[in-house]
């Protein structure tokens, strides 16, 4: 569910904006959130595949993740290009937990683009009750941690956050009542 991939991904900002309070709130937010959602632009190709990198999105991380500590004169840069490309790939990897997908055979989760497709490891399902878990807890912590840190986030981000939770619990509450069970 894209609400679940964009809550881990805001979190994942949140989390590098406590640890570096010098790093820009709403770029780096905002790239989080793309980030997290990016990857399922691919439903109008071949999901899980033509956006899901699980194995590259891993290296592209860590060598972000390299330039983030070598160069601290860069961080405002290097920090948002690490959230959103850390999101990118948390997402990829997040899927190989779900079920597989239409379409792409039941023992494909992802593409891996190497050797070929992930099996599915079937612990969260799709718009069920440990997705909205993930989701519920993502979106709180960084609230949490939004507020508790105003002093770092300024004081309209907590507003930006709890807006988008209203909006993406309304988005797939709508799609969990107006969609059978799986399907998609």
Do not use: C
Not at 1 to 29: C, D, N, Q, R, W
Not at 77 to 95: E, I, K, Q, R, T
Request: glycine share 8%; no cysteine; proline share 5%.
């Amino acid at each position: 569910m894209v609400s679940t991939h964009v809550a881990v991904g805001v979190l994942i900002a949140v989390v590098l904006k406590t640890y570096f309070p010098e790093l820009p709130t709403l770029p780096l937010l905002t790239s989080g959130f793309v980030g997290g959602a990016l990857p399922d632009l691919d439903r109008y190709g071949t999901h899980r595949s033509d956006l899901h990198y699980p194995i590259s999105g891993a290296v592209a991380t860590v060598l972000f993740g390299i330039v983030f500590l070598a160069y601290p004169s860069e961080r405002a840069v290097s920090s948002v290009l690490l959230a959103g490309v850390g999101a990118f790939w948390v997402h990829s990897v997040m899927d190989i937990f779900d079920s597989p997908w239409r379409g792409a055979g039941k023992d494909k989760a992802v593409d891996n683009h190497f050797d070929g497709w992930f099996s599915p490891v079937q612990i969260v399902t799709f718009t069920q009750m440990g997705d909205w878990a993930i989701m519920i807890i993502s979106f709180v912590v960084s609230f949490v941690v939004v507020v508790t840190r105003s002093a770092i986030f300024g004081e309209y981000i907590p507003r930006i956050l709890i807006g988008t939770i209203i909006i993406f619990v309304v988005i797939t509450s709508w799609y969990d009542l107006t969609h059978e069970k799986y399907n998609r």
